[in-house]
């Protein structure tokens, strides 16, 4: 292949699509009291829940640095084009940092080809994205072609969230302790939204999990109606059991023609807490 795909690690990419396509990912940072680790390299998914346990708190992320993402363009061949796929710039540093590094490599390479494009999105979003690129790099499509065709596909992608509980919002300092006492007390779920821009906004609010289950799958129906051709990705945190039975309701009710499941790593479990589900489909 001459495109070489690249993304970091507000990904979750299943294995099967990561090795298909040889994704290189560059890791965020993850800041507990006891030190700082690589999301997705020195800490995976259970170190993480291990060390939020333990240690009664959730870390601090932070960006790539420059650096993180030049050393990562140098180590591509030459020859390779870079299509570097970043979490939303509205709730990151990374794609500016990202787009930094870019530039600190052609001061010494002017020659090489890189593009980076900001996702809008994070988690299963960038996987329905990968997705995407690895349907048209089948395909036949030229570099360019894939990246003007991501670039409309970001612009037509929903994602949605729904949390189970409010504990990492709370430890992580997000929520004020007392409002998430009082949500915790009257059963409060959170539902969330990916907008346009690129930020996280809270959808709606509902009372009690199977209300706020309802409401999750009814969303899809409000964002497309036509889903016989496309696909639905979700991420989750911790429970498994509910999600398959999450995605079983929404198989049963809307037609994707396929659907990926892959758990949540580190960076995305740092905000969604256990039992968090992230979905996110074409609706066009």
Not at 183 to 205: H, P, S, W, Y
């Amino acid at each position: 292949m001459t495109i070489q795909l690249m993304t970091d690690s507000s990904a979750d990419l299943p294995l099967f699509l990561k090795n298909k396509l040889h994704v290189k990912i560059v890791p965020l940072y993850l800041h507990f009291s006891d030190g700082q680790y690589k999301s997705g390299e020195t800490m995976d998914i259970e170190l993480f829940h291990q060390k939020v346990k333990e240690l009664g708190e959730v870390p601090r992320s932070a960006a790539p640095s420059p650096s993180d993402f030049y050393e990562a363009y140098k180590r591509v061949p030459p020859e390779k084009h870079i299509l570097m796929l970043s979490i939303s710039h509205e709730i990151s540093s990374t794609y500016a940092n990202a787009v930094a590094g870019k530039k600190l490599l052609l001061e010494e390479e002017p020659e090489r080809i890189i593009e980076i494009i900001n996702t809008k999105t994070a988690s299963c979003g960038i996987c329905l994205l990968m997705h995407e690129a690895d349907k048209k790099i089948e395909e036949g499509y030229f570099f360019h072609q894939l990246v003007d065709h991501l670039k409309e596909r970001i612009e037509q992608t929903a994602t949605l969230f729904v949390l189970k509980n409010l504990d990492n919002l709370i430890l992580g300092g997000r929520l004020e302790k007392v409002k998430g006492k009082i949500a915790k007390t009257l059963n409060i779920k959170i539902l969330m939204k990916a907008t346009d821009e690129g930020t996280i906004d809270v959808a709606e609010k509902v009372r009690g999990e199977k209300k706020s289950i309802q409401r999750f799958v009814d969303q899809i129906g409000e964002y497309t109606q036509d889903t016989e051709n496309k696909i639905l990705t979700m991420t989750y945190c911790r429970d498994k059991a509910r999600a398959v039975n999450v995605l079983e309701k929404i198989r049963s009710r809307y037609g994707f023609y396929d659907t990926i499941l892959e758990e949540s790593g580190p960076l995305i479990s740092t905000y969604g807490g256990e039992g968090a589900l992230v979905i996110s489909f074409f609706k066009m």
